[in-house]
Structures are given as C-alpha cells and as structure tokens.
C-alpha cells in the first residue's frame, strides 16, 4: 500500500507554463518534503513543511501543506527548462520515524 | 560542509560476490536511511539506523542483507550472493536526530552480471 499518492506520474510541458503538482495521503505526516532528483544524481531537498496551512516560496516554486497534514503541492510559476527532474514528496509520522516516499512526478519542461 | 558521502558511485559485482556499500554521513548527523531506486521509479525504503543500533528494518529483505552504523566510521550495507535483481541505485540519506530534514548522497550504482 503506497501511502503517499503523487500526480501526475509524468508531465510534459512547454517553456513558460504553470504547473501543480500533488502529494496525497489517508495519514498524517508531523512533517513533509519535498525533493527533486536529476538523472545518475541523488534527491535534493528543496523544502520541509511542517505546519498544517503552511505555505513556503522558493524563487518560482510554491509549496503548500494541506490543513490536516496530510497532503501537499508544488507550483511551479513560468517552468524553465532547468524544472526538468523528478520531483519527490516524502514524508514522516514523526521526526525520528522513516521517511516514505512517493512515486514521483517526471517533470519535462520543453524550450 | 561536506555532504553526505557514498562510495563507490559504481559498482559492479558477479552473481554469488558480496556488495559493501558505504556511506558517510554529514558531520553531525547520527541517524542513516538506506534506499533503493529502479529506474524511473520512487525511493523505496530499506532501513533506518543510529549510531550502533538499527531502528527500522522493516524494508530491508531477510535474507542475504544487512546494514550497521558503527560507532566510528561509515554506515555499511552489505549484500551477500548477489543476483542480478539486486542491480539498482542505493541512495542513503543522513539527518540530525529530532529534525525532519535528510539529505541524500549521490548514491552507489550495483550492476550484477
């Protein structure tokens, strides 16, 4: 059973579009966050959320946690061909639980 | 700073060798994840460690593998016999204790043949 859900598995973009991309769940995380991994390269942490609303902004990226703490988006405002990557959400019951992951989302974004 | 540190990048065994895959942790962490990754798939789980004590194996197969987390010294990962269907990328992934944030190596590349 996956416990963390993303969508979309694939998204194919042009150069200056919007996109969301979500990460959804039945449980309750203390904290989640959010990676993304380029081919041959290991996930890199773009953000954590840990309040149930909260809302963080990095550059053109826009992360939300849902109310509950159980689900979460990424926005991407004016995707530029360096978006491309697999993003990931993970997730933690509590701090020094594991971290499960999702499937991800192949994200390519087209000059 | 340095990051977290694997080693090799990429490794390449025949069936029945043993694999040790290691990982150093950045300085001041205590608390090591290992996971594997098939290609254009997500991270799947396999184990979760402190210093000198495993906390989570739920994920790691019951036979053949094994990890520690030495007092001194790397996080092993160790997998015996090994079969082609043990070809994947093994990531680990380092934190402070009580901190949600775990940052990833680049991960070591196990090709059997």
């Known amino acids: 059973t996956q416990l963390l859900e993303q969508s979309p598995q694939f998204l194919s973009i042009q150069e200056g579009e919007n996109l969301t991309v979500y990460c959804n769940s039945s449980?309750?995380?203390?904290?989640l966050q959010w990676y993304r991994q380029e081919p041959g390269e290991g996930p890199v942490l773009l953000v954590t959320?840990?309040?149930?609303?909260e809302v963080k902004k990095l550059k053109r990226l826009t992360f939300q946690f849902g109310d509950a703490r159980k689900d979460s988006s990424l926005h991407i405002t004016a995707a530029q061909p360096g978006d491309t990557g697999l993003y990931l959400c993970?997730?933690?019951?509590?701090?020094?639980?594991?971290?499960?992951f999702g499937e991800g989302t192949q994200l390519t974004v087209n000059p | 700073n340095a990051g977290v540190m694997q080693n090799p990048r990429h490794l390449v065994r025949r069936r029945g060798q043993e694999a040790r895959l290691r990982c150093s942790p950045m300085?001041?962490?205590?608390?090591v994840y290992w996971y594997r990754q098939l290609p254009e798939e997500g991270l799947k789980f396999m184990v979760y460690?402190?210093?000198?004590?495993?906390?989570?194996e739920s994920g790691m197969p019951k036979e053949r593998f094994s990890a520690e987390f030495p007092k001194e010294g790397p996080s092993i990962l160790r997998i015996q016999q090994v079969v082609r269907g043990d070809s994947a990328a093994y990531f680990c992934?380092?934190?402070?204790?009580?901190?949600?944030?775990?940052?990833f190596g680049q991960g070591t590349r196990l090709t059997v043949v």
């Open positions: 992934a380092s934190k402070k204790q009580e901190v949600a944030e775990a940052f």
């Open positions: 449980s309750v995380f203390s904290s």
């Open positions: 959320v840990v309040t149930g609303g």
């Open positions: 993970a997730g933690g019951k509590t701090s020094g639980s594991r971290l499960t």
């Open positions: 300085k001041g962490h205590s608390h």
């Open positions: 460690l402190q210093k000198e004590n495993i906390i989570d």
